[in-house]
């Protein structure tokens, strides 16, 4: 893993691209460079996509991550957020587009794989993936953790997210459990926060 510095590069682009474009456009035609994206992001090892995946797409996600508190802990129960497409055909300068074209959140009871978390877009047409984490990296102490996921269920067309694979959560923004213990069982807190997704689909 080379420094870290990269992940800042991609954080500060991102809070520029916030300013959202007012452009309006293809899907497909932001999801074509997913490449040049991440050619110069250093993905901390243990959530690397495995051998054998291609990256197909990328969002950028900005929404709440719900916590309740249950006694002695405060646990994520949901997430909710809206996303975005990427224009990444200039590296150093990512736009992300106002336009909403999906949104993530948790499924009400996981999938008979264990998947719960769940992203669907439906511009151009809906197409869904549910998985579940496979490990997690804090890589900034006021955000939460990038994580590595692996597909449990799909459904529409698989040249969205229909024949995902694997994805990742990246250059995480906020959204950490409170840190007050002075709760009492039942507390909800909403923490907002923001991210980029990263969607692989197999290469064979
Ligand atoms: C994607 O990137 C390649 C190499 O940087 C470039 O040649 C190509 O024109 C780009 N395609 C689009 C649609 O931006
Ligand atoms: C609360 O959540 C924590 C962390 O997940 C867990 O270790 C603990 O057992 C839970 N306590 C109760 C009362 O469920
Ligand atoms: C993406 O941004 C570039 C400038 O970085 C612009 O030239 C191009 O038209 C944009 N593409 C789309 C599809 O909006
Ligand atoms: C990409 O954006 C940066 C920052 O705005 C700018 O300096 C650079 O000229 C742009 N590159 C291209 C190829 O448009
Ligand atoms: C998460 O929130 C969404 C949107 O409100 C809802 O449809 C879903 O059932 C919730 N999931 C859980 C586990 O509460």
């Known amino acids: ?13 991102l809070l520029v691209a916030l300013a959202f474009t007012t452009q309006t456009h293809a899907w497909a035609a932001v999801s074509r460079n997913c490449s040049d994206l991440l050619k110069n992001l250093d993905i901390p090892k243990n959530i690397q996509a495995p051998s054998g995946q291609t990256m197909h797409t990328v969002y950028f996600a900005k929404g709440l991550q719900h916590y309740s508190f249950n006694g002695s802990s405060w646990v994520l129960y949901n997430a909710t957020a809206s996303l975005y497409s990427i224009n990444h055909s200039n590296t150093t300068k990512l736009t992300v587009k106002r336009e909403v074209v999906g949104q993530h959140y948790f499924l009400e009871k996981a999938d008979s794989q264990g998947g719960q978390p769940t992203w669907e877009t439906f511009v151009p047409s809906t197409s869904l993936v549910t998985a579940r ?6 890589v900034d102490d006021r955000s939460i953790t990038w994580n590595l996921l692996q597909a449990t ?4 067309s698989g040249s969205l997210l229909g024949s995902v694979t694997y994805l990742q959560r990246i250059a995480t923004m906020g959204g950490l459990a409170p ?3 002075a709760a009492q069982l039942g507390d909800v807190h909403s923490s907002r926060y923001s991210a980029i997704y990263v969607f692989y689909v197999s290469s064979s």
């Open 1 to 13: 893993m080379r420094s870290p510095f990269n992940h800042v590069h991609l954080g500060f682009a």
């Open 133 to 138: 984490t496979l490990s997690k990296v804090s």
């Open 153 to 156: 269920s799909h459904s529409g």
């Open 179 to 181: 840190t007050t213990s």
